[in-house]
Every structure is written in structure tokens, then in C-alpha cells.
């Protein structure tokens, strides 16, 4: 890396790293108004609640780094275009595409850094807040491991094979044990949806051991009273956003093998390989706009235009994935087709640019 990779590089590096502090501060205090309904409530204080913030905010930095690699290069070259640097830089007869090469060689290295934390350190770390979560707010409950959850209600236990989005419970089984901690009974049922504070099960199959054998029973309907809240329920599954790459990749042999459905997980395992590829896209859509209309404005119209723009990106990606799990469109394809767009226009417009 040369002189002018290393100076264009360390531009952008600090308009990235600016950017990426002005979404960490508001990101903890959006969180921390979300969460303030929340304190007082058990043994949840205002420490518990900054301390779920701030161990969540490593997956939510993961997660918004495409918008903030485009907000900082803008920024970064912005600062360099507003004091004629680049103008200065072109008339030495550097081309547009060797300033191009050096942005991305630092978003490139930002990219990875982003990525090591988001598969590294953010899966464990919002965990583990949210264990700490749950259980100042409900003592009694524990939690879910990769491969469903599980939960105890006295002297049940409950597994929960999955989760859907609408709130429903697929596969439960509640194991019943007295006070010898001997199992004393199993109810086993398909799928359960909460109704009148309570759960409804459904499809049940209930045995119960006796002295002299296994009773066993079936029913269509079965009433079951628990602590495991919806609420509760939303907090400690497992999201596939929460999850690492190699234990997404898991966690689909996993459903396939109990033949359910994995194309929610399948995209968010795409969208996680092609990572790198979207944050080069949105640092290379940045560039064409310091060069053009942009090159003269603040840095308010800036930010406003890159906001858009990420914006854009983002309702764009989650429609796509929506309407691939609707359409049952390859996740590969639902993943990586805005990507592939918002690259195709940034290479047009910088191949545009004079």
C-alpha cells in the first residue's frame, strides 16, 4: 500500500469509525429508552438493563456496518473532496478506478474486522445478555440452548423444538418429574398457540408411569398453564440474526433432518456469506456521489443522502428475503441479488463519472 492508499485510507478509516460512533450512541440510547418500561420489574435494574444494551450492541453494529461503510466513505472522501484533495489528486492524472481500488482496500480490512466481531464476539455475547435478561426478569425460567429451547416450570421441563414467527410452538415436550426428581410423566405435542393466558396444545400424546406400567393417552386439545409467556418466548429463542455462521450451518442440518422448514435460517446464512460483497457495494455506490453532484455540499446533505441510500438498501433486502421464503425463491439468490444490485449500479455510475 502506498502513500496515497495509505492517506485516502486513512480518511475513510476515521469517516467509518466517526460513523460507526454516532450509531453506537444512538443505538444504546434507543435501546435504553426501549428497555426502560422494562426496569424495575424482578430483580431487573437500570445496571441489568446497560449491561443487555451494551453486550447487544456488538450484533447490532454487525448488522447496520453496510450503512455505516457507507455514511463513513462518504464522509471520509467528502472531507477530502471539500478541501480540493481530490481534485488535487486527479490532476496528477490518478484515475478514478486507482481511488476506487484504494477505498475499497480499507473497506475491505474494516469489512473483515466488522465481521470477526459479528461472528466471533456477537453470537456469545447476546446470549448470554439475554440470559442475564431473563433471568432478572423471571427467575424461575432458564434457557435455550442452539437446538430448541428449554425451560423448567417447577418440576417440569420443557423442550420447544421450534419457534415460529407467528408466536407458535412446534414439537413440545414437557417432562414431568416428582419430587425424587423420578419422571413421573410425558405429554408430547405437535404445536401449541397461546390462548386466554394460557397455552393450548395440540395433537397431544400423554403418559404417565404407574406401578404397574406406562398409561398412555391421546387427545386432540389440552389446556397447559405455564410461565413460559410469549413474551418470554420472543426474548430467549434463537434467532438466526444471533447465530454464527458455522452454527447456522448446523442448525440447518438440524431442521432438515427433523424435516423442518430451514429456508429462514438458509437465508440468513447466505446474507452472512456475502457480507463482505454488500459492504463493498455500499462503499463503492459512495464513491460516484463524491465525485458528482455531491462533491461541493455539506456534510448534512451527505449524511441525508446517504441515510436513503442505506435505507433503500435495507427495505430492499428484507423485501426480497420476504417475498424468496413466500415464492420459495434459493435463498443464495434472496441473499445475494441486492448485493449484486447495488454493486451493478455503483460500478455504472463510478464508469459514468468524469
Known amino acids: 500500500m502506498d502513500i496515497l492508499d495509505r492517506y485516502i485510507g486513512r480518511a475513510v478509516a476515521g469517516g467509518v469509525?466517526?460513523?460507526?460512533?454516532?450509531?453506537?450512541?444512538l443505538t444504546m440510547l434507543a435501546g435504553f429508552a426501549g428497555e426502560a418500561g422494562v426496569i424495575g420489574r424482578a430483580n431487573y435494574t437500570a445496571w441489568t438493563a446497560f449491561t443487555y444494551i451494551l453486550l447487544s450492541l456488538p450484533q447490532q453494529m454487525y448488522m447496520l456496518f453496510p450503512?455505516?461503510?457507507?455514511?463513513?466513505?462518504?464522509f471520509g472522501l467528502g472531507a477530502l473532496a471539500g478541501n480540493s484533495e481530490l481534485i488535487a489528486v486527479r490532476?496528477?492524472?490518478?484515475?478514478?478506478?486507482?481511488?476506487?481500488l484504494a477505498v475499497l482496500k480499507t473497506g475491505m480490512i474494516l469489512a473483515v474486522a466488522a465481521i470477526l466481531v459479528g461472528e466471533l464476539i456477537a453470537p456469545p455475547a447476546v446470549q448470554y445478555a439475554k440470559q442475564k435478561r431473563v433471568s432478572a426478569i423471571e427467575e424461575k425460567l432458564s434457557l435455550n440452548t442452539d437446538y430448541g429451547l428449554w425451560a423448567r416450570d417447577g418440576q417440569t421441563f420443557i423442550h420447544i423444538r421450534?419457534?415460529?414467527?407467528?408466536?407458535?410452538?412446534?414439537?413440545?415436550?414437557?417432562?414431568?418429574?416428582?419430587d425424587q426428581q423420578n419422571l413421573k410423566g410425558?405429554?408430547?405435542?405437535?404445536?401449541?398457540?397461546?390462548q386466554d393466558e394460557q397455552w393450548l396444545l395440540h395433537r397431544v400424546q400423554v403418559r404417565q408411569v404407574t406401578e404397574s406400567g406406562i398409561r398412555q393417552e391421546y387427545k386432540n386439545t389440552l389446556p397447559w398453564k405455564s410461565l413460559l409467556s410469549p413474551e418470554v418466548v420472543n426474548v430467549v429463542s434463537v434467532s438466526p440474526e444471533n447465530m454464527s455462521i458455522w452454527k447456522l450451518r448446523g442448525y440447518i442440518g438440524y431442521l432438515r433432518d427433523n424435516q423442518l422448514d430451514a429456508q429462514q435460517y438458509q437465508l440468513t446464512f447466505w446474507s452472512k456469506i456475502v457480507a463482505p460483497l454488500t459492504i463493498a457495494a455500499m462503499i463503492l455506490i459512495a464513491i460516484p456521489f463524491v465525485f458528482g453532484s455531491l462533491r461541493s455540499t455539506g456534510a448534512g446533505q451527505r449524511i441525508l443522502v446517504g441515510f436513503l441510500i442505506g435505507l433503500g438498501f435495507y427495505l430492499f433486502n428484507e423485501l426480497l428475503g420476504k417475498l424468496g421464503l413466500v415464492y420459495n425463491l434459493p435463498p443464495v439468490l434472496s441473499a445475494s441479488l441486492p448485493t449484486l444490485v447495488v454493486m451493478s449500479i455503483g460500478v455504472y455510475m463510478i464508469y459514468r463519472t468524469r
Open 162 to 178: 421450534q419457534v415460529e414467527d407467528d408466536g407458535q410452538l412446534v414439537g413440545i415436550s414437557l417432562y414431568q418429574l416428582d
Open 91 to 100: 490532476a496528477a492524472g490518478v484515475s478514478i478506478l486507482r481511488i476506487t
Open 17 to 25: 469509525l466517526g460513523a460507526l460512533l454516532v450509531f453506537m450512541t
Open 186 to 194: 410425558l405429554i408430547q405435542a405437535a404445536h401449541a398457540e397461546y
Open 67 to 74: 450503512m455505516v461503510a457507507l455514511l463513513g466513505a462518504m
